[in-house]
């Protein structure tokens, strides 16, 4: 069979273009990081009370580890989706291609802006 499975609107693309994709693509980041942050604050609040008997401290500061990592590694990895995003967006409608250069030029470019900040 050769029929669309959607209706789509006249001149409509069948795929979504790379500015839909972003919203995608910072809001699957900003949650993965918020999950492997939260991760890593369990084990780290575990490492550090180790030695802590078990009372409502231990749990309130292995608590403030998952929510502090959390939040790092979501707000760490959502700039780095945001960057990435706006960087494809403009090169593409710069360009007026959509191919896998842009992809390149944009994870490169988010990459040389991301350690620019920091020291080698």
């Known amino acids: ?14 795929t979504q273009s790379r500015f839909e994709l972003a919203f995608f693509t ?15 604050g369990l084990r780290l609040g575990w490492k550090e009370t180790q030695n802590m008997p078990w009372s409502k ?9 998952v929510t502090r990592q959390g939040a790092l590694w979501a707000n760490t990895l959502g700039s780095l989706a945001l960057l990435y995003s706006a960087f494809g967006v403009v090169i593409e409608k710069t360009r007026g291609a959509e191919d896998d250069l842009n992809t390149i030029a944009a994870g490169t470019l988010t990459g040389m802006l991301y350690k620019s900040t920091g020291r080698v």
């Open 57 to 65: 401290p231990r749990n309130v500061q292995i608590l403030n580890m």
């Open 1 to 14: 069979q050769d029929t669309d499975e959607f209706i789509l609107p006249t001149g409509a693309n069948k």
């Open 26 to 40: 910072i809001g699957g980041c900003c949650m993965t990081g918020a999950a492997f942050g939260a991760l890593n």
